[in-house]
Structure formats: structure tokens, C-alpha cells
């Protein structure tokens, strides 16, 4: 079987910090303030967005939206197949009842993430209103999910992979695209 391989970075860590500061602005001005607002991270990269988030909405608005993550492992609707999903831990310190949360991850692709983080937030309460922000929107939905807030638009194909990169789970901040590698089966590339 093929490596996958780098095509392209389409972002760097400066770049990726102007789209959070863009999205904090964004954000701000749609929901009149900051003060009311809560940002739920999924987890993994997410969790790891929405305090870099926080930290913009506060630099610009003086208020720091509580912050929260939240693990869909056993929402999705992959999770009866093969794979064996990792559980992680949620962690929401307020109500979720009455909330206005802004719901953020890092790629935003299929919809079914977001579709399981809906189902896992609502099992949690009611909240008031859900935006979501998310910094890579590359298309191919297979569900109605839109984002409310998009660091950038990256057009991509079935073939690639569109990676957010981030520490502590990268040594580096970026998006990058990947070939997917192909699988080799007797009689050649399939």
C-alpha cells in the first residue's frame, strides 16, 4: 500500500491565527457581544480550537466565553462498524439548558461529526441557540450542516485528506492536503 503524501499547506500558523481573529470578530458582531456566548469544542482538534478561539473573543470584546469540550465517539454513526473509537472525556462547566453555544471544530467535511456532536449536545440539555465555527470547510456534505463561521474554504476531492495541524497532537500549525494512499491489490492499484 502507497504512503500517503503532502500536496499542498494551505495555511500556516500565522494564517490560521488571522482566520481565528476574523472568526472572533465574526462571531462578536452576529451574536451582539460575548457575554452570553459558551464555545463547545469537539474533541479532538476542536477542543484545542475553541480556548485559541476564547482567547481572540476576549482580546477584542474584554469578555472570555466560558469554554467546554465535548466527545462524540459513541454518537457517531460510524461506531457499530469495524473501528474501535477512542472515548474521551466531556467536560461542559455550565448549562447547557438556555445556552447560546457556539459549537467548533476543525474540519468540517460530511457533516456527520457535527450531526453526532448535535445528538451529544442535546442529550446534555436544551441549549437557547448552536452556531458553529469551524476553521476548514472542504465541501462534499452529505448532510444539511452549514457553518456559521469558516476559517477558510478549501475545495478538495474524495481522494485527499484535509488536515488541521496542531499542538499537542502535532509538532507543528498548518492545514495541509494529502494524497490518500491507494490501496494495492493482486492485478494492480484499485
Not at 164 to 187: A, N, Y
Given at each position: 500500500?502507497?504512503?500517503?503524501?503532502?500536496?499542498?499547506?494551505?495555511?500556516?500558523?500565522?494564517?490560521?491565527?488571522?482566520?481565528?481573529?476574523?472568526?472572533?470578530?465574526?462571531?462578536?458582531?452576529?451574536?451582539?457581544?460575548?457575554?452570553?456566548?459558551?464555545?463547545?469544542?469537539?474533541?479532538?482538534?476542536?477542543?484545542?480550537?475553541?480556548?485559541?478561539?476564547?482567547?481572540?473573543?476576549?482580546?477584542?470584546?474584554?469578555?472570555?466565553?466560558?469554554?467546554?469540550?465535548?466527545?462524540?465517539?459513541?454518537?457517531?454513526?460510524?461506531?457499530?462498524?469495524?473501528?474501535?473509537?477512542?472515548?474521551?472525556?466531556?467536560?461542559?462547566?455550565?448549562?447547557?439548558?438556555?445556552?447560546?453555544i457556539i459549537l467548533v471544530?476543525?474540519?468540517?467535511?460530511?457533516?456527520?461529526?457535527?450531526?453526532?456532536?448535535?445528538?451529544?449536545?442535546?442529550?446534555?440539555?436544551?441549549?437557547?441557540?448552536?452556531?458553529?465555527?469551524?476553521?476548514?470547510?472542504?465541501?462534499?456534505r452529505e448532510l444539511p450542516?452549514?457553518?456559521?463561521?469558516?476559517?477558510?474554504?478549501?475545495?478538495?476531492?474524495?481522494?485527499?485528506?484535509?488536515?488541521?495541524?496542531?499542538?499537542?497532537?502535532?509538532?507543528?500549525?498548518?492545514?495541509?492536503?494529502?494524497?490518500?494512499?491507494?490501496?494495492?491489490?493482486?492485478?494492480?492499484?484499485?
Open positions: 500500500m502507497e504512503q500517503a503524501t503532502l500536496k499542498a499547506q494551505i495555511m500556516d500558523e500565522q494564517a490560521m491565527r488571522r482566520a481565528l481573529t476574523r472568526i472572533a470578530h465574526e462571531i462578536i458582531e452576529r451574536n451582539e457581544g460575548a457575554d452570553h456566548l459558551a464555545l463547545v469544542g469537539v474533541v479532538r482538534r476542536g477542543a484545542v480550537i475553541a480556548p485559541l478561539l476564547a482567547d481572540e473573543i476576549v482580546k477584542i470584546e474584554g469578555v472570555r466565553p466560558t469554554v467546554g469540550t465535548l466527545d462524540v465517539s459513541f454518537y457517531r454513526d460510524d461506531v457499530t462498524r469495524a473501528i474501535q473509537p477512542v472515548m474521551f472525556r466531556t467536560d461542559i462547566p455550565f448549562a447547557v439548558d438556555g445556552a447560546d471544530d476543525d474540519v468540517l467535511y460530511t457533516g456527520r461529526t457535527i450531526r453526532a456532536a448535535l445528538d451529544a449536545l442535546i442529550d446534555l440539555g436544551r441549549p437557547k441557540t448552536v452556531q458553529l465555527a469551524v476553521m476548514i470547510d472542504r465541501g462534499h450542516i452549514r457553518a456559521d463561521y469558516v476559517g477558510k474554504n478549501v475545495p478538495s476531492s474524495h481522494e485527499e485528506d484535509v488536515r488541521l495541524c496542531v499542538s499537542p497532537f502535532d509538532d507543528k500549525t498548518s492545514v495541509e492536503i494529502w494524497t490518500k494512499p491507494t490501496e494495492q491489490h493482486e492485478g494492480g492499484a484499485r
